[in-house]
């Protein structure tokens, strides 16, 4: 029987048990900086607070809807499994309850690390138990992420239009052009691979030049997906069906905490939090989900008290999926502690894809 995914990273991580001076330096600043961020952002968040109606939202909040909140959500993790098996099907043809099960791990693995590292984790263990390579799994992640943000611009441009934010759409076109830039460059990576593994020839280091131009091949080939109109559509649409359900999930929860705003609306605050938040940097987006869940409210005359409790209540609502991601951890063979101090090692053991699958 082979040994479980985190000894056999552990193992090599013996290798790396007297860090120096430099690297404890670097893992403080990991751990530090995210904790900075999140307070600054509660701080610009609790300064303009009063305790009193804090108390009072708190206290009118309806807890029979909270259920309904709860499936409501977890139902678009269905649409959004299917988008991402969809482009992984160039690769392997993956079980929808399978990539179910590795995007639950990627929550689990947001809740715990910063900047989004869950979804290292979630290509990692799909590669190892797919016997696909890490690297192309990870660029399928990549891609998914990159439309999933292309679908949210064009929601939120629509939002911003449908409630009357016009004040907004220089904002919401500005991104909609940034991220139609980075599909593009994402469509001419695939069209011109070559391009990319001329420039990686000009590394003159022969044994790392090799290892980028391996590298290269297998995110190039996990990028496959583009070249299939038809899909590549579908998947877009899948994404835009993900956040309506979404959005379905943010308007209940906001009649449980008794605040006066239409579907519509509420869908709005849901693409104004996704797209403040499209630079991760915090554990669990705990910090700027509250700031920019207050702010987005705020364009509908909701008070900073019950916009936060919202927010508390919308945050903790996020790590169900996570929770369901431990779970699946358990049983595919790694823990919780692997999951903190191996996940940036994770990245690169998942490097060499399948010549390490057992």
């Known amino acids: 029987m082979p040994p479980r995914l985190d000894q056999r990273l552990g193992q090599t991580a013996v290798q790396q048990r007297s860090p120096s001076a430099a690297q404890t330096a670097r893992r403080w600043l990991g751990r530090l900086l995210p904790l900075a961020i999140s307070l600054f952002f509660l701080w610009l968040v609790f300064r303009r607070v009063e305790w009193a109606r804090l108390q009072q939202a708190f206290s009118e909040v309806s807890y029979l809807l909270l259920p309904a909140v709860i499936l409501v959500y977890m139902a678009g993790f269905i649409p959004r499994a299917q988008k991402w098996r969809l482009i992984l099907h160039k690769l392997k043809a993956v079980p929808l309850g399978a990539c179910l099960g590795y995007s639950f791990v990627g929550c689990a693995g947001n809740a715990v690390l910063p900047a989004r590292l869950g979804e290292v984790v979630r290509a990692y263990i799909c590669g190892r138990r797919e016997e696909v390579a890490a690297t192309s799994v990870l660029s399928t992640v990549v891609l998914e992420r990159v439309l999933e943000v292309l679908s949210l611009m064009l929601l939120f441009g629509f939002t911003v239009w449908a409630t009357g934010q016009g004040a907004l759409s220089s904002w919401a076109l500005m991104g909609l052009a940034v991220i139609c830039g980075v599909v593009v460059l994402i469509f001419i990576m695939q ?37 299939d109109p038809a899909r590549l559509f579908l998947v877009l649409v899948l994404g835009l069906v993900v956040y309506c359900i979404e959005g379905g999930s943010y308007w209940l929860l906001a009649k449980a905490m008794g605040l006066q705003v239409s579907y519509l609306q509420s869908l709005f605050v849901l693409c104004f939090i996704f797209v403040g938040m499209l630079i991760p940097a915090t554990v669990g987006n705990i910090g700027p989900l509250q700031y920019f869940c207050v702010l987005g409210f705020g364009f509908f005359g909701v008070k900073e008290e019950p916009a936060l409790i919202y927010s508390v209540f919308l945050n903790a609502i996020l790590y169900v999926p996570a929770l369901i991601g431990f779970m ?27 010549e390490e699958n057992p």
Do not use: H, M, N
Not at 213 to 224: T, V
Not at 328 to 349: D, E, I, K
């Open 328 to 354: 699946y951890l358990a049983r595919y063979g790694f823990t919780l502690g692997g999951l903190r101090s191996q996940a940036p090692l994770a990245a690169g053991v998942g490097q060499k894809g399948q």
């Open 191 to 227: 069209k011109r691979g070559d391009w990319l593994l001329k420039l990686v020839g000009l590394i003159p280091w022969p044994g790392l030049r090799q290892r980028v131009a391996g590298l290269a091949q297998r995110f190039l080939e996990g990028l496959a997906v583009v070249r």
